[in-house]
């Protein structure tokens, strides 16, 4: 009987004491040299396979004391798959927590205002933190896929930075991004002054994507709005070179010859009046805002003068005069 009861403390000491150990190696920081450590756990893994999976990738940690820790916590089933970042000083109860709730690693894209929808899918697909999952699909079947119903994806995506975790589909991307437009563009149409020259919020958006190329001035872009609205008010050609170079695509090499300015293409606002089809560029919220807050001016020209910023002109005259002094040096 005596035995039996130093056999049963005995258990009890070993217990307590690699309960204690247990608690003690859980609070220690998981030690890795150099960058965060990053790692992945496929969907669909339980616990085994979760701790095989950290562990393969080089993770220096004991995966039986993860394993027992995990159960020990009652954490077995709560584990979500994902790519995620060890970062300096985490514990292995902090990565416990961080995977239960899945603060899975942060990547980023960057969405450039101005850019086209090329140069956005190229930005896209060129990504390695995505998982590729549009890259056999037309225009036209991507939009399908994020829920609309246009059938030009030109200015229809909203340049920004946007984040996601290591691994999410490109379609998250493109949803996002046209989610974003979507609601600018409409917040902006229900408030919108009804003299401007939009019937649609469309055509306001094409206005938009139009001031994004003609400027990189922030503190121009209503003025640059106020030209163009006046010529579409007075039924004049908007006569913008962005406009031309978007209808020439891979045939523009940098420079705007005289024939390219005379060849007809729905794009050129050089021969045809009004607004071109469809947007020429992904507007920001700078050139939206400017699409329907034009500045107060009676102006129809501008000229650039060579510094980053343009001289404004009521009439032709007086914008034949900035022509020769800015462009001409006469």
């Known amino acids: 009987m005596a035995f039996i009861k ?3 403390l005995a258990i009890i000491i070993l217990v307590l004491a690699f309960v204690a150990s247990l608690v ?14 990053q790692f992945s756990i496929k ?5 085994n396979s979760a701790v095989q999976q950290i562990t393969s990738e080089g993770m220096p940690m004991n995966p039986i004391m993860f394993n027992l820790l995990v159960r020990a916590t009652f954490k077995t089933t709560k584990l979500k798959a994902g790519s995620y970042e060890l970062k300096a ?3 292995p109860m902090h990565l416990i927590a961080q995977l239960v709730r899945g603060e899975y690693a942060q990547e980023s894209l960057s969405i450039i ?7 956005m899918r190229q930005a896209i697909a060129q990504n390695p933190a995505l998982r590729h999952d549009t890259a056999n699909l ?3 079947e991507l939009l399908k896929k994020i829920g609309s119903d246009s059938q030009f994806a030109e200015g229809l995506f909203f340049p920004d930075t946007y984040l996601f975790a290591k691994g999410a589909k490109e379609l998250q991307i493109y949803k996002q991004a046209h989610a974003a437009l979507t609601k600018h563009l409409m917040d902006a149409w229900r408030t919108h002054d009804s003299s401007l020259p939009y019937k649609t919020p469309y055509e306001a958006l094409i206005m938009a994507s139009i001031i994004e190329k003609e400027t990189g001035q922030k503190s121009e872009r209503d003025m640059i709005a106020a030209v163009f609205i006046n010529r579409l008010k007075r039924g004049m050609m908007l006569q913008t070179d962005p406009t031309v170079i978007y209808g020439m695509a891979d045939k523009f090499h940098g420079n705007i010859r005289k024939r390219d300015l005379e060849t007809d293409t729905p794009y050129n606002t050089y021969v045809r009046t009004g607004l071109p089809p469809t947007p020429i560029s992904l507007p920001g919220i700078a050139s939206l805002t400017a699409a329907f807050a034009p500045a107060k001016s009676d102006a129809l020209y501008f000229v650039a003068r060579g510094n980053g910023t343009s001289e404004f002109s009521t009439n032709l005259s007086d914008h034949n005069r900035a022509v020769n002094k800015f462009q001409r040096k006469e």
């Open 43 to 47: 969907p669909g893994s339980g616990l």
């Open 113 to 119: 205002e101005g850019w086209t929808f090329k140069q």
């Open 6 to 8: 130093k056999l049963i």
């Open 24 to 37: 003690f190696w859980a609070q220690q920081p998981i030690v890795t040299q150099g960058d965060p450590f």
């Open 138 to 140: 037309s225009d036209e």
């Open 89 to 91: 000083g985490t514990t």
